[in-house]
């Protein structure tokens, strides 16, 4: 057998082309749930959701979310890019490899000629681990561990969160969403559910067939040059491997409902079983950094990255001996509240110990000058203090250390916003966030949505004053005709008291009649026969910042996935 060449193991094209594969897969996905998806909720909007309000609305929210997922892209792409070139950099100086100074000019990659300072990726690739080292730097230090935790604890919540969310307003593909927020970002995937979910304000329909490159009406457009024909080439490669990965999402949809069936909209499984994967999926981010440097660390870290799918899932796999089907569609929203509180709970007591670790590691120690003895109170007071705000800083600081530290909390940070933003637009009722932490004996305390008040308050003003105007209005109440001096002339009380029979009769249908509109403005019909498939995504949420502030103070008070516990949790219960 020939010897192999270590040229061909040290080449540059094997890392080039599973970088293109990278943003090949990414930008294929992304396709995939713009056309699945966004096309399809455009097309089977019915004409309810088409008003110019309701439009003008989604458009305004649809561009908020679209540029947060811009900005979660860009901010991804860089850091993603800056920690690519810091792991080759210091790759080159352990081993003594030459740096190019630049990309063109004398000592630059394409500088030509002997001055060529070439990149040697294949040996870089070779000889590192890119993924595991990011998690290990991530997690070798409390203070930023602090911040990669929570991109743990998020991504489990959203996770069941679009799972029982998806089912709902059957949205498919939800493993590409998932799939998007592991190779990009997490305000990336969570951003794009957001707005699946905006164009989606009723399930989508199962007949609907989603385009394809054969059935799609799409516009040829002919590019000349190099990079045209790259254009092209790249756009019709897309396209097919969009159809393929349909195809084979298709056969084995196929497949799971032979042996799987669908469930009926108002069943949900038992609490149980999402409480064991949860607890299995926290326990790994519970052991992430006492693995790290040790052969366990990458399969704690696969465990971890896996888990979140079968939570997304969960409801397909369980037979429906193992759940319950409820009478309304409001009770088995509410059913899986249990499941949120649960997941607050554990993401709390684990960001608090978290917090409390970072502040301990990071605490400088205290200072003393000679008058301390004078002062021994109040100088162990301000030192405490001095102590205690440094850690601060140096937690909050630890965004700073390095690329991938910067990358998972610029995520962190956005998906908080996302979430704040979410809560306010949707106007999601105080008292159900609360409900999603644990805190529902807090949320008693809080009254009924403003708005809800101040309406409520305008209709029983409305109907007292209806009920007043009735009174007024009455027959009995009405006064009798002056009469004159002298005996009535002959047939003129006849005439007067009929007259007086019509119009008091003409005055009682009329107020009957005015109480029947208003009846049948108030009357909400039964639809006993199909009650919630035709009142889901009927309802036209208004904006509320209540809602909003309230989910910043639980992000502030107990990280990522205590927050999207009460926001996610509020959005499925209601």
């Not at 399809?40 to 649809?62: E, M």
């Not at 990669?148 to 489990?156: A, E, M, P, V, Y």
């Not at 490159?213 to 969009?242: D, P």
């Not at 009846?519 to 809602?547: L, V, W």
């Amino acid at each position: 057998m020939a010897p192999v060449e270590l040229d061909a193991f040290n080449s540059n094209v094997r890392p080039l082309f599973l970088l293109g594969g990278y943003f090949f897969v990414v930008g294929a996905l992304t396709s995939l749930i713009i056309r699945n998806v966004f096309y399809r909720a455009d097309r089977s909007l019915p004409p309810s959701q088409t008003t110019r309000h309701r439009q003008a609305k989604r458009r305004k929210h649809v561009q908020t979310f679209t540029a947060l997922s811009v900005i979660s892209v860009a901010m991804t792409s860089y850091y993603y890019y800056d920690s690519l070139s810091l792991s080759y950099r210091v790759w080159a100086r352990e081993r003594g490899e030459m740096l190019p100074s630049g990309l063109f000019g004398p000592g630059g990659i394409l500088g030509g000629g002997e001055e060529n300072v070439g990149l040697e990726l294949g040996r870089w690739l070779k000889d590192t681990s890119f993924a595991l080292d990011s998690w290990e730097i991530i997690v070798e230090k409390s203070r930023r561990f602090w911040w990669s935790q929570q991109i743990l604890f998020g991504t489990t919540v959203w996770s069941v969160f679009m799972g029982l969310e998806g089912r709902r307003r059957n949205i498919p593909y939800l493993w590409a969403f998932l799939s998007l927020g592991k190779l990009v970002a997490v305000s990336y995937g969570l951003n794009l559910f957001f707005l699946a979910i905006l164009v989606t304000p009723m399930p989508l329909p199962d007949s609907e067939e989603p385009p394809t490159a054969h059935t799609a009406k799409t516009r040829k457009t002919t590019r000349s040059g190099v990079l045209g024909k790259a254009a092209n080439a790249v756009k019709e490669s897309t396209i097919t491997t969009e159809n393929a990965v349909q195809g084979y999402w298709q056969k084995a949809a196929a497949i799971s409902d032979r042996y799987m069936p669908s469930k009926p909209s108002r069943w949900t499984p038992r609490p149980v079983f999402y409480i064991l994967p949860l607890i299995t999926n926290y326990i790994a981010a519970f052991l992430v950094p006492f693995a790290s440097s040790t052969p366990s660390f990458s399969t704690i870290i696969l465990t971890a990255q896996l888990l979140p799918y079968l939570l997304l899932y969960i409801d397909r796999l369980i037979p429906s001996s193992f759940g319950y089907t409820h009478n309304t569609l409001q009770d088995a929203h509410r059913a899986s509240a249990p499941v949120f509180r649960f997941m607050s709970i554990l993401s709390l007591l684990l960001h608090l110990k978290q917090t409390i670790l970072a502040l301990l590691d990071n605490e400088p120690g205290s200072h003393h000058h000679r008058h301390s003895s004078l002062f021994t109170q109040r100088e162990e007071h301000h030192s405490t203090i001095k102590r205690t705000s440094t850690a601060v800083g140096r937690v909050l600081g630890s965004i700073n250390d390095h690329p991938a530290v910067t990358n998972i909390g610029c995520d962190v940070i956005l998906c908080g916003l996302s979430l704040v933003l979410w809560a306010s637009i949707r106007g999601l009722d105080v008292r159900e966030i609360l409900n999603g932490v644990g805190l529902s004996r807090l949320g008693k305390a809080f009254p009924q949505n403003a708005r809800e008040t101040v309406v409520d308050k305008i209709v029983d003003a409305r109907d007292k004053a209806k009920e007043l105007a009735n009174e007024l209005l009455e027959p009995s109440l009405l006064p009798s005709p002056k009469r004159g001096r002298g005996r009535p002339k002959k047939g003129t009380s006849q005439t007067e008291s009929s007259s007086l029979r019509k119009s008091t009769r003409k005055t009682t249908m009329k107020l009957d009649s005015d109480h029947e509109e208003e009846e049948d403005e108030t009357y909400i019909p039964n639809h006993s026969n199909k009650p919630d498939e035709q009142i889901e995504g009927e309802e036209d949420p208004e904006e509320d910042a209540e809602a909003g502030v309230l989910s910043w103070g639980l992000l502030s008070l107990g990280g990522l996935g205590f927050a999207g516990s009460g926001v996610l949790g509020a959005e499925v219960c209601t």
